[in-house]
């Protein structure tokens, strides 16, 4: 959490809820919006040799 070596979990959350009184969804949304910022957003040639990246599996088109 502190130096963004560690994310919130909701358990933490809801600890820091009970102390603080911030609400531990506000916590974890900011959380997530933080990771998805600093997140590298992936490429159409990272994954391109690789045969079941996005592959649609047949249990799932039911």
């Known amino acids: 959490?502190?130096?963004r070596k560690a994310f919130i979990s909701p358990?933490?959350?809801l600890s820091i809820e009970e102390v603080?009184?911030?609400p531990?969804?506000?916590l974890?949304?900011?959380d997530t919006r933080y990771r998805l910022a600093h997140t590298t957003?992936?490429?159409p040639g990272d994954k391109a040799n690789d045969p079941?990246?996005?592959?649609?599996?047949?249990?799932?088109?039911?």
């Open 1 to 3: 959490m502190l130096h």
């Open 11 to 13: 358990t933490v959350a």
């Open 20 to 22: 603080t009184g911030i």
């Open 24 to 26: 531990a969804y506000m």
């Open 28 to 30: 974890l949304a900011k």
């Open 41 to 43: 957003k992936p490429t």
């Open 52 to 62: 079941d990246f996005l592959k649609q599996y047949d249990w799932a088109m039911a």
